[in-house]
T-cell receptor, first 112, second 117 residues
Framework: KQEVTQIPAALSVPEGENLVLNCSFTDSAIYNLQWFRQDPGKGLTSLLLIQSSQREQTSGRLNASLDKSSGRSTLYIAASQPGDSATYLCAVRGAGSYQLTFGKGTKLSVIP | DTEVTQTPKHLVMGMTNKKSLKCEQHMGHRAMYWYKQKAKKPPELMFVYSYEKLSINESVPSRFSPECPNSSLLNLHLHALQPEDSALYLC????????????????FGPGTRLTVL
């Protein structure tokens, strides 16, 4: 059974810092990995999706990498802003599966 | 139209009530999902519909009854719920075919906050 772990559970940084969120998964037979953002009490906003054959994806200040063989992904946020404060969830779709397996998320606070 | 909409945003119901949650998308997505999310927990998959047919039911109690009347609409009918069913209910959709990455990406709605008294 796939298990997804996100470290740290919470992170507080001053505005302007670059930061890295980590995601690890136990079964490397994945189809893709998706990073989401969730604001309190709200739905999930898709940030980046990486196919299993890819190494990284970029969108604006966000860069996500994938090392399938080691079961790891990172989300890099450059020049953090208070508006980036949210919970970031990593989710893995298994090969041949419709389902996403989610990590428990990292709660990010960017202090002005 | 590039979004998933859910109604109502908030719902309070008693344990004897019958209510329905509605999810709609007009992106041509043919896979639609219901998730349940408790506070400070990740979303848990409940149901998956693919081409309007139920393909996955994650052992969800029968007091939750999904329905997919057409390719744009997904309902979740609620009956005789328990207080522990109070949660954020999220709908998501995915394009099931096509080139590039877009058909793999799940798009989520804003959710319905359900409180069962």
């Amino acid at each position: 059974k796939q298990e997804v772990t996100q470290i740290p559970a919470a992170l507080s940084v001053p505005e302007g810092e670059n930061l890295v969120l980590n995601c690890s998964f136990t079964d490397s037979a994945i189809y893709n990995l998706q990073w989401f953002r969730q604001d309190p009490g709200k739905g999930l906003t898709s940030l980046l999706l990486i196919q299993s054959s890819q190494r990284e994806q970029t969108s604006g200040r966000l860069n996500a990498s994938l090392d399938k063989s080691s079961g790891r992904s990172t989300l890099y946020i450059a020049a953090s802003q208070p508006g980036d404060s949210a919970t970031y969830l990593c989710a893995v779709r298994g090969a041949g599966s419709y389902q996403l397996t989610f990590g428990k998320g990292t709660k990010l606070s960017v202090i002005p | 139209d590039t979004e998933v909409t859910q109604t109502p945003k908030h719902l309070v119901m008693g344990m004897t009530n019958k209510k329905s949650l509605k999810c709609e998308q007009h992106m041509g997505h043919r896979a639609m999902y219901w998730y349940k999310q408790k506070a400070k927990k990740p979303p848990e998959l409940m149901f998956v519909y693919s081409y309007e047919k139920l393909s996955i039911n994650e052992s969800v109690p029968s007091r939750f009854s999904p329905e997919c009347p057409n390719s744009s609409l997904l309902n979740l009918h609620l009956h005789a719920l328990q207080p522990e069913d109070s949660a954020l209910y999220l709908c998501a959709s995915r394009l099931t075919s096509g080139s590039g990455l877009s058909y793999n990406e799940q798009f989520f709605g804003p959710g319905t906050r359900l409180t069962v008294l």
